[in-house]
């Protein structure tokens, strides 16, 4: 989680895989799985790894989102709208999902930057 804050996400991710590989062996159902695949997600993206990234927000909002809520398909195209679904988590309480990971999705400038280009690839204004 330091590295997260910094932001170092490059030295964040080998955290975050090994510990999302624990809880994938040790209770694969378990939320701290989840949350770890979205901080492993966010890392990634903010790396330009968009495919493993993609595939990793899309699980985690699938482990995290509530029942009522439908799945992301594991081949959907825009990583910018699985970006825009992880942002509006809810907890079971209605309150936003408050992680760190989100927390630098939402407020990173360099994260935001990447984000817009993916919600708004033809935009020659594009940071």
């Known amino acids: 989680m330091f590295f997260l804050a910094q932001p170092d996400y490059s030295h964040a991710e080998p955290y975050f895989r090994d510990s999302f590989t624990f809880w994938v062996y040790n209770d694969i159902d378990?939320?701290?799985?989840?949350?770890?695949?979205?901080?492993?997600?966010?890392?990634?993206?903010?790396?330009r790894n968009y495919t493993e990234a993609k595939s990793r927000l899309i699980s985690a909002y699938n482990g995290l989102k509530p029942r009522e809520k439908s799945a992301i398909a594991a081949n959907t195209a825009d990583l910018g709208q699985v970006i825009a679904r992880i942002t509006q988590l809810r907890e079971?309480?209605?309150?936003?999902?408050?992680?760190?990971?989100?927390?630098?999705?939402?407020?990173?400038?360099?994260?935001?930057?990447?984000?817009?280009?993916?919600?708004?690839?033809?935009?020659?204004?594009?940071?």
């Open 30 to 47: 378990r939320e701290d799985r989840f949350l770890n695949e979205l901080r492993l997600g966010v890392c990634l993206l903010a790396q």
């Open 92 to 127: 079971k309480a209605g309150q936003l999902i408050n992680d760190a990971s989100l927390a630098k999705l939402r407020g990173d400038p360099a994260l935001q930057a990447i984000v817009f280009d993916l919600e708004f690839p033809a935009d020659p204004f594009a940071p």
